[in-house]
Nanobody, 120 residues
Framework: VQLQASGGGLVQAGGSLRLSCAAS?????MGWFRQAPGKEREFVAA????????DYADSVKGRFTFSGDNAKSTVYLQMSSLKPEDTAVYHC?????????????????WGQGTLVTVSS
């Protein structure tokens, strides 16, 4: 499975962005993680492609929405009310598990990342 993330960019605080992740092969669940400069990678959101079950980090809950288009083998992360602390490289990941959840080690494939910069 190859993953191609896109949609990052520079946005002002309070603005919105939509990240996309196109998958070349089949996977059962996907996730978004982010890594800010000088910080460890952290979980952002996860989705089960079969059930549509989603989970969000507390820091993004209510602001980010994870959705998928199985026909296009693409998932999206709609980010709204962005804050400067959301600035990071965002990576999409895919897992052969039905639901990989928050554990990065449960994901088998990783995309190259897309940079999101939120200015204050």
């Amino acid at each position: 499975v190859q993953l191609q993330a896109s949609g990052g960019g520079l946005v002002q605080a309070g603005g919105s962005l939509r990240l996309s992740c196109a998958a070349s092969g089949r996977s059962f669940s996907m996730g978004w993680f982010r890594q800010a400069p000088g910080k460890e990678r952290e979980f952002v959101a996860a989705i089960s492609r079969n059930s549509g079950t989603t989970d969000y980090a507390d820091s993004v809950k209510g602001r980010f929405t994870f959705s998928g288009d199985n026909a296009k083998s693409t998932v999206y992360l709609q980010m709204s009310s962005l804050k400067p602390e959301d600035t990071a490289v965002y990576h999409c990941a895919a897992s052969n598990l039905f639901y990989a959840g928050r554990n990065g080690a449960a994901y088998d494939y990783w995309g190259q990342g897309t940079l999101v910069t939120v200015s204050s």
